[in-house]
C-alpha cells in the first residue's frame, strides 16, 4: 500500500494544468453539496440518483420515477463526481493531483477530459460487467483515476515519485515500481475479493480504456516509456568541488517549476 505525495515531472506543452484543477474542484463542490453540507436523506437520493446502478443500467431492475435525476445513460459518468466522505473523496484527488497534470500535458486539455470521461464510463461498464445484478450504487472516481494511473505508468515510468510507503516510510521511487505493484494489486483484488465494498471491477476497467486511449490520444511526437529521469526536488544532490564555496549549481534547461507542483 502507498501514497503517492510529489513529482518533479516538468510540463512540457502547457502551462497550467486547467482540467486537472477544473475536476479536483468540481468533485470538491460536489461533496461539500451532496455530503458534508447536506442531510442524509438529500445525499441518499442523490447517490441513488446519480450513482451507477447496474442492474437499472442492465435491465434487471427499475429505479423508482420519483428517484431519477439524470437519465440513465448519464450514470455512466455522474457517478465519478460522488463520493462516500472524506477519505474516498481525498485519496481519490490526490492521485489526481499527482498524475492528472503530467498526462493533461500529454495529451491536451480537451482531449484529457475526453480521457478521463470514457475512463469513468469504462470503470462503471467494467463493474457492471462484473456484477451485472447488483442493485448497490457505484461512486467515485477511482475508475476515472485508474485510466490516469495506467497513462502515467506508460508514458513515464522512470519520473521518481515520492510515495508514502505503508502510511509510514517516504521513499522517492522510479514511478514503474509503485505503480506497477497498484496496477497489479488492482487485478489480482478483483479475483480474490469481489464481494467486499470496494469495486475493483471499476478500478481494472478504468486501467484498461486508459491504458488504450492513452495511445492514441497523446500527442504527436509525444513518446511512451519517457526515458527521462526527473527527480523531485528532494533528492537532488548538490556537488561540491573541491576548494570551492558549498554554492548550488544553476539547475541548467529546467523549466520553473509550476504552481501546485
Known amino acids: 500500500m502507498f501514497i503517492p505525495l510529489h ?3 516538468s510540463l512540457k506543452y502547457i502551462k497550467l494544468q486547467y482540467v486537472t484543477l477544473g475536476l479536483i474542484l468540481t ?7 451532496t455530503g458534508l453540507a447536506s442531510t442524509q436523506a438529500f445525499s441518499d437520493a442523490t447517490v441513488v440518483g446519480l450513482g451507477y446502478i447496474p442492474a437499472v443500467a442492465f435491465d434487471y431492475a427499475d429505479l ?3 428517484l431519477v435525476i439524470v437519465p440513465e445513460d448519464a450514470t455512466y459518468i455522474t457517478y465519478a463526481f460522488l463520493h462516500g466522505d472524506f477519505m474516498h473523496l481525498a485519496s481519490n484527488m490526490l492521485f489526481l493531483w499527482v ?7 500529454a495529451l491536451g486539455h480537451f482531449r484529457y477530459l475526453v480521457f478521463y470521461l470514457l475512463c469513468a464510463a469504462g470503470g462503471a461498464l467494467f463493474h457492471g460487467l462484473v456484477e451485472p445484478d447488483s442493485e448497490a450504487p457505484l461512486i467515485g472516481a477511482s475508475g476515472a483515476v485508474s485510466g490516469v494511473v495506467a497513462a502515467y505508468f506508460l508514458l513515464h515510468p522512470k519520473v521518481r515519485v515520492w510515495v508514502l510507503v505503508l502510511f509510514r516510510f517516504p521513499l522517492p521511487l522510479p514511478a514503474v515500481i509503485p505503480l506497477a505493484f497498484w496496477i497489479g ?3 489480482y483484488m478483483l479475483v480474490v475479493d469481489s464481494g467486499s465494498g470496494i ?5 481494472v476497467g478504468g486501467i ?4 488504450v486511449l492513452v495511445l492514441v490520444l497523446r500527442r504527436r511526437g509525444v513518446p511512451l516509456f519517457d526515458r527521462t529521469i526527473v527527480s523531485p526536488e528532494a533528492v537532488r544532490h548538490k556537488e561540491i568541488t573541491l576548494g570551492e564555496s558549498p554554492v548550488p549549481h544553476r539547475k541548467a534547461s529546467v523549466p ?6
Do not use: I, K, M, Y
Not at 498524475?99 to 500535458?105: P, S, T, Y
Not at 484498461?208 to 491504458?211: E, Q
Not at 520553473?256 to 507542483?261: A, L, S, V
Open 199 to 203: 469495486s475493483w471491477g471499476a478500478h
Open 64 to 66: 423508482e420515477p420519483s
Open 99 to 105: 498524475f492528472g497534470d503530467n498526462v493533461e500535458d
Open 27 to 33: 468533485n470538491v463542490v460536489v461533496w461539500l453539496v
Open 256 to 261: 520553473p517549476t509550476h504552481w501546485g507542483r
Open 208 to 211: 484498461l480504456v486508459g491504458a
Open 185 to 187: 494489486q488492482q487485478f
Open 7 to 9: 513529482d518533479a515531472n
